[in-house]
Structures are given as structure tokens and as C-alpha cells.
């Protein structure tokens, strides 16, 4: 798999500017007057350890256009070190897509590619452009309708980097929504170019991922006018208790995560958690639980 960048073959070397520092107690300070840091008790939905002294946008605010009142923002208590510790990614992952985006005619995406560019002319912004053309070869673009757009470099991204920007966003969401610390490494993502999600969707429709995200009791929030979270809570009773079965469908411009996980219910720690049930014992059917009824919409309480 490639991405499609938005560089021109002929591109040139930016400018380089001078970096301007991170000045971490004066952001703390400013996080405190606004009321973002909460307590001592506040969890991280990282590493699951009290006090966090920082809110998380999620998805993360570099992939995202500017703030709208249009589309509000989802943010997750964390620590600034857990935190800081998936920055390299993030940036790497904006980097990928955000010059796509504005290459297809994204008009939110123009003043975040500004960005990135003056990002590139510093010296380490440099050396992650250079990286990206490393094992880069020329491609013909074609917009979303098939229609010729010139060329530019194919890139082929380091896939790894790609899912744990994509597993984070989940751990957000899910504490967001149910209040509980999932581990990375419990839940399957993949990414996918937007471009393809259609033709996949088509080809493997009877998929258990395809079917439950075109379920009523899906949970849709809009971060932009293309970028969205949509994600499905589907309990299973079992002897040992309630298991979640959750689903993701994340758009990020011309990014698409398609991501799974199971949640025990005793792990959700937020009272008014609702998740449809599945009655049928272990097999999930579209049309509901038994006798074809819907299935039950429950309250965690």
C-alpha cells in the first residue's frame, strides 16, 4: 500500500526557520486556569495511573482541522508524559495525510499543510522529509472520481506507526464514551486510504465489522467536514459477566481506521454507559436479538 502525497516532483527545500521552544509550565499553567486539570484522583486513559495533568484531544488536534464551533472536540484526561510519548507519530501520520488532503481539494486541510511545511524547515522536520522520500516512487493522481490530477510521489508508509496512532484514538474514545483503560494491545486497527473503503465495504458487506457499524445504535460524532468517529457497544452475557464488543470506523481526511475490541463491562466505570445486548448468547445478527426484535439498548447501572 502507498499514500499519495501531496509533493511535486520538483519540489525544493524549504526554508529553514528558527525553532521556537515548548514552554511546558507556562502550558500547564494556562491548562489550570481553564480548568483542565482536574485532581489528584483524575485518571489517565493511557497508562490507567492517577493524577493526569493534561487533556488529550482525540483524535489529536495535528489531524484535525481548526477548531469550529461546528464540530466539537472529544478530549481524555493523560498524563503529558504518556502523552508526549505518541508525538513523533502523530506528526508523522499528519505528515502523511494532511498534504493528501489539501492536494484533493480539502479546503480545511490548506492552513494545516502551512503548517507542516514551515514544520519541514526546521532541521528536524527535514530529516522526516527526507525519510519519507526514501523509498518514494512517481504516481499519477487521480481525484476520488477517478479524474486525472497530475503526479507526485507515492510514499509507503510505515504501516506500524500508522495503527498505534490509530489504537490510541480508540483508548480515547472508549474513555471518553465508557470511562475505561483499554491496553494497546488489545485492540486490532487498520488503517486504510478512504479511497478503498467503499470497494472493501461492497466486497466483504456480510463481515461482522461491516454489519455492525450499519447498526441504528451506532454512536456518530463529526470532528470536521471529513473526519468522523463512528463506533458501535455490543454486550455479550456470559456465565463470567458482560463482554463488549465494540467497533470503530475513524476518517481522518483521506485516512479510514477500521478497529475492534472487547471491553469486560466491569471495566467500564462511567453509570450512564448504554450499549445495545445481544440476546442471541453469542451470535450477533443485525436484524436483533431473538424472534428478529432489536436488540435492548441497556444503561451500565
Known amino acids: ?53 493534561s487533556r488529550d484531544h482525540v483524535p489529536p488536534k495535528a489531524l484535525l482541522p481548526p477548531a469550529s464551533d461546528d464540530y466539537p472536540r472529544i478530549t481524555a484526561p493523560a498524563h503529558i508524559m504518556c502523552n508526549s510519548n505518541a508525538s513523533a507519530d502523530e506528526e508523522y501520520v499528519r505528515d502523511l495525510i494532511i498534504p493528501e ?3 484533493f481539494g480539502h479546503k480545511e486541510a490548506e492552513s494545516s499543510f502551512e503548517k507542516i511545511w514551515r514544520a519541514w ?9 527526507q525519510r519519507f522520500l ?6 499519477e493522481l487521480k481525484t476520488p472520481e477517478g479524474l486525472y490530477a497530475g503526479k507526485g510521489i507515492g510514499i509507503k508508509p510505515e504501516i506500524e506507526r500508522v495503527k498505534r496512532v490509530g489504537r490510541k484514538i ?9 470511562q475505561a483503560v483499554v491496553a494497546e494491545t488489545d485492540i486490532v486497527a487498520a488503517p486504510l486510504p478512504v479511497r478503498d473503503v467503499s470497494s472493501i465495504k461492497t466486497k466483504d458487506s456480510r ?35 458482560i ?16 478497529a475492534s475490541v472487547m471491553i469486560p463491562l466491569d ?8 450499549f445495545s445486548i445481544d440476546e442471541t448468547s453469542g451470535e450477533w445478527i443485525r436484524s436483533g436479538g431473538k424472534n428478529g426484535q432489536q436488540p435492548a439498548a441497556v444503561d451500565r447501572q
Open 243 to 258: 463482554v463488549i464488543e465494540s467497533h470503530f470506523a475513524i476518517i481522518l481526511w483521506t485516512l479510514y481506521f477500521a
Open 101 to 103: 488532503a489539501a492536494l
Open 267 to 274: 471495566s467500564v466505570k462511567k453509570e450512564d454507559f448504554k
Open 207 to 241: 463481515e461482522r465489522y461491516w454489519q455492525s457499524l450499519s447498526d441504528p445504535s451506532c454512536l456518530h460524532t463529526m470532528c470536521g467536514p471529513a473526519s468522523a468517529l463512528r463506533r458501535v457497544y455490543i454486550g455479550h452475557p456470559f456465565d463470567q459477566g
Open 170 to 178: 480508540v483508548r480515547g474514545v472508549i474513555f471518553h464514551d465508557a
Open 1 to 53: 500500500m502507498r499514500w499519495s502525497m501531496a509533493f511535486l516532483a520538483n519540489s525544493l527545500k524549504p526554508k529553514k526557520a528558527a525553532q521556537r521552544p515548548l514552554i511546558q509550565a507556562l502550558a500547564l499553567k494556562k491548562m489550570t486556569e481553564m480548568g483542565l486539570i482536574r485532581s489528584s484522583k483524575t485518571i489517565c486513559y493511557l497508562c490507567g495511573n492517577q493524577a493526569a495533568d
Open 121 to 129: 524547515s526546521r532541521d528536524a522536520g527535514w530529516k522526516r522529509y
Open 134 to 139: 526514501k523509498d518514494h516512487v512517481i504516481v
